[in-house]
């Protein structure tokens, strides 16, 4: 089993038994969100859409974390292409993401 998935099967167990949730600053025990990642991946998932007639027009992910996706390399791009969520989802989206697409 691979360092992440160890990780990731620890804080699992964590938060099933203590119902933790990522911090403000998307930090759970020895896990951190990829901030990084997620708007590299908003980027592209964005870009490969336009080519099949559609792009990226809603993105769900908890307001609190936002602004570490937008201080990512991909994140004033992403900022200025996409609309965010602003208030707080029926649960709280920290340990995943939603996304929207509309028709061009
Ligand atoms: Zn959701």
Redesign the pocket.
Known sequence: MSRCRRAWARASRKARSTASEFDAEGRLGDLRIDFEAIAAHLWWLNRSGRAHGVEIGYV?LDPKLQRFLFETKYGPKIRNTMRFSQKR?W?R?DE?Y?VDFRCL
């Open positions: 769900i989802a649960v989206h995943h939603h």
